[in-house]
């Protein structure tokens, strides 16, 4: 199995991630990563670039020693109506929503009316580790079947998998995934650059089961051009 693009990395702009753009870059054209998206977090989270870091990404040129640079953004969800940090004077191209505590999700109700209300903003383009809101184990179905009915994009994100923490709730989404047939990316979430594009583990276990390759819709540059159409 092979994934050639990574569309959830980090910089120094969000000061909690340790590497540069070119480097991030550098380490993926070294691990043969066609495509990566530059998504650091936005405003609300308190190390956070200011919204000119965003607005102003459209100078960055589309390819960089090779690699075609996608500008995105790490986005909170801020409220249970499933409203996200992100202006219309951020010129991204690519919006993963996240969950981050900004708010407190109380509730396994609340937990499934976030993602609910979250499938009306349509220029969101993947839903962020879900595996890391607070009650992810009793909402995760349902919060699946939303998805799904309204045709969103569900993150794997390795660095839950790589994390004591999170790597039995990473582990659950994977195979409730496969046994719903819930569309996928699998993306790093690194916050340095050697971490960009490695997955080595993360495919080792989904390899392990068998998962479905044709529910990653990641796997390869065209196939996300294609669906982000930029």
């Known amino acids: ?100 505590s900004n708010f407190e999700i109380k509730s396994i109700d609340e937990a499934i009316q976030v993602y609910a209300n979250l499938v009306h903003n349509t220029k969101i383009n993947l839903w962020g580790h879900i595996d890391r809101n607070p009650f992810f184990e009793e909402s995760a179905e349902e919060i699946l079947k939303i998805a799904i009915k309204n045709n969103k994009i569900i993150e794997i994100n390795a660095t839950s998998y790589a994390n004591d923490k999170f790597r039995e709730k990473c582990k659950v989404l994977i195979l409730l995934c496969q046994k719903y047939k819930a569309k996928v990316m699998v ?26 390759e044709e529910l990653i819709a990641n796997k390869d540059r065209e196939e996300v051009l294609k669906y982000i159409n930029v």
């Open 1 to 100: 199995m092979k994934i050639l693009t990574d569309l959830h990395t980090h910089t120094i702009a969000s000061t909690h991630a340790y590497s540069t753009l070119l480097e991030n870059i550098s380490a993926a054209s070294q691990k043969g990563i066609e495509l990566i998206a530059m998504t650091d977090h936005s405003v609300t989270t308190p190390d956070s670039p200011h919204e000119w870091h965003f607005g102003n990404q459209k100078i960055l040129p589309n390819i960089i020693n090779g690699v075609t640079v996608i500008k995105g953004i790490e986005a909170n969800i801020v409220n249970s109506l499933g409203e996200i940090d992100v202006t219309d004077k951020m010129d991204v191209d690519f919006i993963i929503a996240s969950y981050h």
């Open 187 to 212: 993306n790093s979430d690194a916050h340095f650059a050697t971490l960009v594009g490695e997955y080595s583990d993360l495919i080792k276990y989904l390899e392990e089961i068998n998962f479905d």
